[in-house]
């Protein structure tokens, strides 16, 4: 079964203003971590904000913020003030305590237009 | 200080070919994982290190695929006999290591992008 859902392709956002990237996750673990990973036409994965579950507050980074929402198992990612390099591949993902893998979503494409 | 490196950054094989990609994870990081991503899919996991030893190899697709990582620095994923359908983008990334109970952040290379003609 799929463990993370991003049902978002592909997302237009005009530069300077907010766009949210939706994930859905199903785990029976009760510990488990979030992670949202960018990923440049260059193919590297970076590393944006990490939202662990008993995390009472939800996460920032600078311009990205991570809104959790335990009981509906959401975690979108909110960028604010797009710039034109944010134009990415965007991945959520999971790692459950019991594992070590993580567990990724199919991505989103986001492009920023000016 | 610097990051994950790998290399090749681009490997063009045969098939049947055997190939070797390499790893060298960000200095004092004890975990290291591999993971492949193939065209419009996220990555997937394929074996995981603490140290020198594979922790959790049940993402390999086949006995195809070995990795090693013999002084628990650098890893190398090998490859035999080499399909059309390893086609992918080859990641790999570590993070500090400290235990299965700890769910940590793991900092992603650049990649090896390879292809099977």
């Known amino acids: 079964a799929q463990k993370i859902t991003q049902t978002q392709p592909g997302m237009f956002v005009q530069e300077k203003e907010a766009v949210t990237l939706d994930c859905t996750y199903d785990t029976s673990d009760p510990s488990y971590g979030l992670f949202w990973y960018k990923q440049p036409s260059s193919g590297e994965m970076i590393f944006l904000i990490y939202q662990g579950s008993y995390d009472q507050q939800n996460a920032t980074e600078g311009r990205y913020s991570l809104n959790f929402q335990k009981a509906r198992k959401s975690a979108n990612l909110v960028i604010s003030a797009s710039q034109l390099g944010d134009s990415a591949m965007y991945f959520c993902a999971m790692r459950e305590v019991s594992g070590y893998a993580l567990n990724f979503g199919k991505g989103t494409s986001l492009l920023v237009t000016p | 200080g610097a990051g994950v490196s790998q290399t090749p950054s681009n490997k063009v094989t045969e098939k049947g070919k055997y190939v070797e990609l390499r790893c060298d994870p960000i200095?004092?990081?004890?975990?290291l994982y591999w993971y492949r991503q193939s065209l419009g899919q996220g990555p997937e996991f394929l074996i995981y290190?603490?140290?020198?030893?594979?922790?959790?190899d049940s993402g390999l697709p086949n006995d195809r695929f070995f990795a090693v990582r013999p002084e628990g620095s650098v890893s190398t994923l090998k490859i035999q006999r080499t399909e059309r359908g390893d086609s992918a983008v080859y990641l790999c990334?570590?993070?500090?290591?400290?235990?299965?109970?700890?769910?940590?952040?793991?900092?992603f290379g650049p990649g090896t992008r390879l292809l099977v003609l």
């Open positions: 200095s004092g990081h004890t975990a």
């Open positions: 290190f603490q140290g020198t030893g594979a922790a959790d």
């Open positions: 990334a570590s993070s500090p290591g400290g235990g299965p109970m700890r769910v940590e952040t793991q900092y």
